[in-house]
């Protein structure tokens, strides 16, 4: 059974650019939702997809953004980036009820 | 505000110790604690707890959930370097969001 595939694995960027982060869930998950790790701050959610709609966003600016489509699979974009956006950006699928499984992560790096 | 607080933020042990971290939270309409190792890259779920006062165990890791005083701890004991990792603690609510804390820097000396 394949796990969370998440791609790319690494990318550089520069400030003012954009970039989209792409995710796969585990067959059957309905559910996928997006962290941002940094070291000092931990996992902070993103938003939260299921079934095409998102159901849940945390407290990020309107420069992340993010959709799934009808097969679950998600994208996150995030535009006019900025140093302060380099981190881990973790997604995570569930059926509903709790566990999340996480994918590898996408390491952006922002020049 | 809803926050979930670990401690120690780090630690380092050597072979053959026992540890305990810590979480505590303050989220609203709680539904479970889940506990998370996290090598590499991708965090591997260790524990779900929904229930005070009944411990979960799995090899030589354990955890017990406190809903009345608000927290959960993971216990591992005769820890081994493969237990190095940072160890994540989330809240789940009933409005289907995860709140996590920072985590737990665990290295093992050999």
């Known amino acids: 059974k394949a796990g969370v595939t998440q791609t790319p694995r690494y990318l550089i960027k520069t400030r003012g650019q954009q970039v989209t982060l792409s995710c796969s869930p585990i067959?059957?998950?309905?559910?996928v939702s997006w962290y941002q790790q940094t070291p000092g701050q931990g996992l902070q959610f993103l938003f939260e997809?299921?079934?095409?709609?998102?159901?849940n966003k945390g407290n990020f600016p309107g420069r992340f953004s993010g959709r799934q489509f009808s097969n679950s699979r998600s994208e996150m974009n995030v535009s006019t980036l900025e140093l302060g956006d380099s981190a881990l950006y973790l997604c995570?699928?569930?059926?509903?009820?709790?566990?999340?499984?996480f994918g590898a992560g996408s390491r952006l790096t922002v020049l | 505000e809803d926050k979930v607080v670990q401690s120690p933020l780090s630690l380092v042990v050597h072979e053959g110790d026992t540890v305990t971290l810590n979480c505590s939270y303050e989220?609203?309409?709680?539904?479970?604690l889940l506990w998370y190792k996290q090598e590499k890259k991708a965090p591997t779920f260790l524990f779900m707890l929904?229930?005070?006062?009944i411990e979960k165990k799995s090899g030589r890791l354990s955890s017990i959930l406190d809903k009345k005083e608000l927290f959960s701890i993971l216990n591992i004991t005769a820890t081994q370097t493969g237990d190095s990792a940072i160890y994540l603690c989330?809240?789940?609510?009933?409005?289907?969001?995860?709140?996590f804390g920072t985590g737990t820097s665990l290295t093992v000396i050999p």
């Open positions: 989330a809240v789940y609510n009933t409005g289907n969001q995860f709140y």
């Open positions: 989220v609203t309409n709680f539904r479970s």
């Open positions: 997809y299921f079934s095409e709609t998102q159901r």
């Open positions: 067959s059957g998950h309905r559910s």
């Open positions: 929904t229930s005070s006062g």
């Open positions: 995570a699928s569930s059926l509903g009820g709790g566990v999340l499984t």
